[in-house]
C-alpha cells in the first residue's frame, strides 16, 4: 500500500488553491461555496433534461424532412446541415419509401459530402466500393447500412445516381 501525504506549508498552499477554486466555482454556478455539489446537479439534471427535448425536436425535424420526400425507386437527397446520426435516422425513416435504396448525403462541395445509404435488396459492399470509387471516398458498413464520407461536388455525385443502374446490385 502506498500513502501520499502532504504537509506543513504545501498542505496550506494546496487547501488555498483548492478553497479559491470552490469559490470561483461556487460564483460561477451562484451557489453557496459549500453547495457547489447541489449546483452541479441542478446542471447536470438542466442538461439532460434540455438534450431529451433537443433529441425530440430533432426527431420531429427529420419526420417533417420525410414527410417532404415523395416515395421513388431510389431516394437520393444532399442537405448541406445533417449529421451522421441524423442522416442515419432520416435513412430508416425513409426506407418503407423505396424500391431499392436511401442515399442521403450532407455537407458542402469545399469539404465533400457524409453519406448514408440504406438498402435492404442491394448488394452494398459492392455498390459503396464503386460509389467511393467514382466518387473518390471512403467507407463502408454491414448489413443494410453503409456510411462515409466523399470528397466531390454535388454535381457529380447527382450525375452519378442519375446514370445509376441499381438493378446491377440486386442481391440474387
Known sequence: VRITMICGIAALKD????HKQTLNIAAALCAK?????IAVDRIIDNNRELKYKINNEKMRYLKYIAAGISSK???CELFD???MDELRELANLLKESSDYAVILLSGSDDIGYSYCILSEKLDLT???KDFNKSLNGTG???GSIVQGK??????SVKKYIDELK??????A
Request: hydrophobic letters at 25%; a positive charge; proline letters at 3%.
Open 166 to 171: 441499381v438493378k446491377a446490385y440486386a442481391n
Open 33 to 37: 461555496h459549500n453547495e457547489t455539489d
Open 81 to 83: 446541415d445533417l449529421s
Open 150 to 155: 466523399v470528397k466531390t461536388d454535388k454535381y
Open 73 to 75: 425507386p431510389v431516394i
Open 140 to 142: 463502408g458498413g454491414k
Open 126 to 128: 459492392s455498390f459503396v
Open 15 to 18: 487547501y488555498q488553491s483548492k
